[in-house]
Structures are given as C-alpha cells and as structure tokens.
C-alpha cells in the first residue's frame, strides 16, 4: 500500500459521503418506525403516516424510502437472509453442502428465536401479503450454495428443485412455530431436521 509520502492519502469525507450516511440513518429510522408499530398494533392497522410521525419524517420521505407498506416485509427478510448467507465464517467456503445450510437456518432460526413477538408480526403478514413460494429470494440464497455442492448431489438432482423444497419447507415450519403462546417445538432442531430429511434424498452417498 502507497503511504502519504508516496502521494497516496486517504479519500477525505465529502459532503456527498455525509449526504449518503444521512440518508441511509434516514431509511434506517423509518423501517424501525414501521417494524416497531406493526409489532404493536398489527400490519393492517399500521398507515404510512404514522409511521412517518413515529420516524420524525416528512410522509414523502417514507414513500421516498419504501414506495408501498409491503417492502418493508421485503426489507425486513432481505436483513434476515444478508445475516443467514453474508456473515458467516463458512459461507462460500470449504464446508459441505450441508455444513453451509446448517450454519445459515441456525443463523435463520437464532434470529426468529430471539425475536418472536416480531417474526409473528412480520411474517404473519408477509403470508398474506407477498407470494413467499414463487421465485421467493430464499430460494436463490439457497439455490446458490447448493448450485456450488453440485458434484455432491446425486445424479440428475436438479439444484433448483434442491432449494425450492427447502425454501417450501422453511416457510411451513416458521408459519407452524409462530404464534402468542409459548412455541410448540424448538425452531433450530426443526429446521435441521427438515433440512437431514431433504439431503438425504438429494446427497449422493
């Protein structure tokens, strides 16, 4: 690396890097707003003007940010997935098939766990408001790390059909365990073992 004497010197922070972080504090303020009221009163209950008053924004602003109160489901499950398939030591890496699907539903499953009153909000709308099995962005996250693990499936195991079903699966198990109660099973056991049942019709060997 060049030093300052060399002429290199660091890219100071302009007004457009401020301007940048400013913005995305902004978007940052308004998804919390809206999380923390669907939480509270429900998905259908929340309006997009209460969420700018509990934002401290202008309404445009939260139209600027999220053009319609669906995407911040879509925003809150892109976090979830950018936590599952981008944060891990192992991702990408030299574990198995397996090893790199087990690391992201424990991620999946710690993060609903810790959170329960808010996955039951959140994805109890997203049920009814978004198509979670057609072409879903679960489904190329999974699709992806076994599209790496080809050589481990067996022959003629179509990847995508792989984390299709995982992604089915998924979806079932989380909508099964939310609720008010106490949970009816422990999510990160159950998740683990659907994912054993599909890699044993999948994996060669």
Not at 17 to 31: E, H, K, L, M, S
Not at 54 to 67: I, K, L, M, Q, W
Not at 87 to 102: F, K, N
């Amino acid at each position: 690396m060049e030093s300052e004497a060399d002429g290199w010197s660091p890219r100071p922070a302009g007004p457009d890097n401020a301007r940048t972080r400013r913005r995305g504090q902004r978007r940052d303020r308004v998804f919390d707003a809206a999380v923390a009221l669907i939480v509270e009163q429900g998905y259908e209950a929340t309006t997009m003007d209460e969420i700018a008053l509990r934002a401290d924004v202008a309404r445009t602003s939260v139209f600027n940010y999220f053009e319609r109160k669906s995407a911040f489901l879509d925003e809150w499950s892109a976090r979830r997935r950018e936590r599952a398939f981008r944060s891990l030591p192992r991702a990408g890496g030299d574990g198995t098939l397996r090893d790199e699907l087990s690391d992201s539903l424990r991620v999946l499953a710690d993060v609903s766990s810790s959170s329960r009153r808010e996955t039951t909000a959140l994805i109890g709308a997203a049920v009814r408001e978004l198509d979670l099995l057609d072409d879903h962005p679960l489904t190329h996250e999974f699709g992806a790390v076994v599209e790496r693990h080809r050589t481990e499936l067996r022959p003629g195991v179509d990847p995508h059909l792989v984390a299709m079903t995982l992604t089915v699966g998924y979806f079932a198990v989380l909508r099964s365990w939310i609720g008010t109660g106490p949970p009816r099973f422990e999510l990160e056991a159950r998740f683990l073992g659907l994912l054993d049942l599909l890699m044993q019709g999948a994996l060669d060997g």
